[in-house]
């Protein structure tokens, strides 16, 4: 074997001593097509080596694997690359098996899958149990061969794309774990430079989604003689959104108008589902008080897509669906659209004007935010549980607090004999209002005058905590 590879790298300093200039089309084209299907094949083989050095194990043994923290750090010191090149390798190498992604080594032997692809497929597909078992189904429509054929039609960031929409399809409690990590990584940090100021942030993939969409709106269409690169004219607007914030007094304004913002792609059936979902209490995944607590999203429904074909965890849709406007799109056997209908369920004019001025702030405990900063949320969800659009089943929220409701399904209850919202736990305890004594505070049983039906948290059926 070693001879064998001996003379294919004298055959590869043969082939680059060549003189390709001399070459013109369309042999150059065929030839660079030869050559990428040959290093596609040879990746395949080399990561099958690189898991029988790990398989080994005594890689370890060596110099440079006895100064190593792992095999990854030891395939980086061996090939002199970086960390998340090594990375890749290895991850390759551990699933390229038939038992981990049946029929991929085949498809990039044959050269209709190129190594990008399965990188994605490798770093997107095999990362919880349900989905490892999804690929290695015999279901033709969410097998690995199903994602395959994927791979043979798309290019590599549509293809990315793909394998996300399905991953969120098979397990997407998963997806909303990773919402809840990514959203506790939320940051934003600003460092002075002598001739300016760094940023560096980290948002959730809707509010970067929601950050894109109004940067792009705030920098425009340039004009014929703006010498700017793309990324120039976006640094510019992040300064004019700042200033459109300071100069129209949107920090500390009110406001009963419509806010555009993101447009979000789900089947009727598919959000209803999800909603009721998040109000299943029954479930084990939930956990006590005071621990992380998921919902178990039945899996085989479609996602609910941002524009760029990016799936949102059910949480995440429930909360934009409590305060969006919503239309009815009807596609034909081709994705042709044949109709669409009105808006509904949207807090607007007077009606959006009377909750604001019910509430005049964050309804939350202890939170004064303005309206600028929240929406209008359904206490009892209009998408699950037929919670009408109207005052009396409104709140407002600010964004953060919005957000919190549907994570942590919250339930949310009118105290008519105080004129004010009390927020509880799941299991019940009350959300304290700072400031106010102890006999004030809910001990458990609805408050006197609450628009709950009964003296128990209601059923997921007939209130939706986390709408």
Not at 338 to 365: F, K, N, Q, W
């Given at each position: 074997?070693?001879?064998?590879?001996?003379?294919?790298?004298?055959?590869?300093?043969?082939?680059?001593?060549?003189?390709?200039?001399?070459?013109?089309?369309?042999?150059?084209?065929?030839?660079?097509?030869?050559?990428?299907?040959?290093?596609?094949?040879?990746?395949?083989?080399?990561?099958?080596?690189?898991?029988?050095?790990?398989?080994?194990?005594?890689?370890?043994?060596?110099?440079?694997?006895?100064?190593?923290?792992?095999?990854?750090?030891?395939?980086?010191?061996?090939?002199?690359?970086?960390?998340?090149?090594?990375?890749?390798?290895?991850?390759?190498?551990?699933?390229?098996?038939?038992?981990?992604?049946?029929?991929?080594?085949?498809?990039?032997?044959?050269?209709?899958?190129?190594?990008?692809?399965?990188?994605?497929?490798?770093?997107?597909?095999?990362?919880?149990?349900?989905?490892?078992?999804?690929?290695i189904s015999p279901d033709p429509a969410l097998n690995a061969g199903h994602l395959l054929d994927k791979?043979?039609?798309?290019?590599?960031?549509?293809?990315?794309?793909?394998?996300?929409?399905?991953?969120?399809?098979?397990?997407?409690?998963?997806?909303?774990?990773?919402?809840?990590?990514?959203?506790?990584?939320?940051?934003?940090?600003?460092?002075?430079?002598?001739?300016?100021?760094?940023?560096?942030?980290?948002?959730?993939?809707?509010?970067?989604?929601?950050?894109?969409?109004?940067?792009?709106?705030?920098?425009?269409?340039?004009?014929?003689?703006?010498?700017?690169?793309?990324?120039?004219?976006?640094?510019?607007?992040?300064?004019?959104?700042?200033?459109?914030?300071?100069?129209?007094?949107?920090?500390?304004?009110?406001?009963?108008?419509?806010?555009?913002?993101?447009?979000?792609?789900?089947?009727?059936?598919?959000?209803?589902?999800?909603?009721?979902?998040?109000?299943?209490?029954?479930?084990?995944?939930?956990?006590?008080?005071?621990?992380?607590?998921?919902?178990?999203?039945?899996?085989?429904?479609?996602?609910?897509?941002?524009?760029?074909?990016?799936?949102?965890?059910?949480?995440?849709?429930?909360?934009?669906?409590?305060?969006?406007?919503?239309?009815?799109?009807?596609?034909?056997?081709?994705?042709?659209?044949?109709?669409?209908?009105?808006?509904?369920?949207?807090?607007?004019?007077?009606?959006?004007?009377?909750?604001?001025?019910?509430?005049?702030?964050?309804?939350?405990?202890?939170?004064?935010?303005?309206?600028?900063?929240?929406?209008?949320?359904?206490?009892?969800?209009?998408?699950?549980?037929?919670?009408?659009?109207?005052?009396?089943?409104?709140?407002?929220?600010?964004?953060?607090?919005?957000?919190?409701?549907?994570?942590?399904?919250?339930?949310?209850?009118?105290?008519?004999?105080?004129?004010?919202?009390?927020?509880?736990?799941?299991?019940?305890?009350?959300?304290?209002?700072?400031?106010?004594?102890?006999?004030?505070?809910?001990?458990?049983?609805?408050?006197?005058?609450?628009?709950?039906?009964?003296?128990?948290?209601?059923?997921?059926?007939?209130?939706?905590?986390?709408?």
């Amino acid at each position: 074997m070693l001879a064998a590879i001996d003379r294919l790298g004298a055959l590869v300093t043969e082939i680059a001593g060549l003189p390709i200039d001399e070459i013109v089309e369309p042999q150059a084209t065929l030839a660079h097509t030869a050559l990428r299907r040959a290093q596609d094949a040879l990746g395949l083989i080399s990561a099958r080596f690189l898991g029988r050095i790990e398989a080994d194990g005594r890689w370890a043994t060596t110099p440079m694997g006895r100064g190593a923290r792992d095999f990854e750090e030891y395939v980086a010191k061996e090939s002199r690359g970086t960390r998340s090149g090594a990375k890749r390798q290895t991850r390759l190498a551990r699933t390229v098996t038939d038992d981990a992604v049946p029929g991929l080594a085949q498809a990039l032997t044959d050269g209709g899958v190129s190594l990008e692809h399965a990188d994605v497929l490798t770093r997107l597909g095999p990362t919880t149990p349900a989905r490892r078992e999804a690929l290695i189904s015999p279901d033709p429509a969410l097998n690995a061969g199903h994602l395959l054929d994927k791979a043979r039609e798309l290019g590599v960031d549509e293809f990315a794309k793909e394998v996300k929409r399905w991953a969120a399809k098979v397990d997407p409690t998963a997806d909303e774990k990773g919402h809840r990590t990514a959203t506790e990584r939320v940051t934003c940090t600003m460092a002075t430079r002598d001739d300016g100021v760094a940023l560096n942030a980290f948002m959730t993939a809707v509010d970067g989604a929601a950050f894109d969409a109004a940067l792009t709106a705030v920098a425009g269409v340039p004009s014929v003689d703006d010498p700017r690169s793309h990324a120039q004219r976006m640094g510019a607007a992040l300064g004019d959104m700042a200033r459109l914030v300071l100069d129209h007094g949107l920090a500390a304004g009110r406001s009963g108008g419509f806010r555009p913002h993101l447009t979000v792609q789900v089947s009727l059936e598919s959000l209803v589902a999800q909603v009721n979902a998040l109000a299943d209490t029954t479930r084990p995944e939930r956990g006590a008080r005071g621990a992380a607590a998921y919902p178990v999203i039945p899996a085989g429904w479609d996602a609910a897509l941002l524009a760029d074909g990016t799936p949102i965890p059910a949480s995440v849709l429930a909360r934009l669906a409590c305060d969006a406007e919503v239309s009815r799109v009807v596609f034909g056997p081709d994705s042709q659209v044949l109709d669409v209908g009105r808006s509904e369920r949207l807090y607007t004019g007077a009606m959006r004007r009377a909750v604001i001025a019910r509430d005049r702030h964050c309804a939350y405990p202890n939170c004064e935010r303005p309206p600028k900063f929240g929406e209008i949320h359904h206490v009892r969800h209009w998408a699950a549980h037929g919670g009408e659009t109207s005052v009396e089943n409104g709140i407002l929220l600010c964004w953060h607090h919005h957000a919190q409701v549907h994570s942590r399904y919250l339930i949310i209850r009118r105290d008519h004999a105080r004129a004010r919202w009390e927020f509880l736990e799941r299991d019940g305890t009350p959300i304290r209002h700072l400031g106010s004594g102890p006999d004030a505070e809910p001990k458990g049983d609805p408050p006197s005058g609450s628009c709950d039906h009964g003296g128990t948290p209601p059923a997921p059926d007939t209130l939706f905590g986390a709408a």
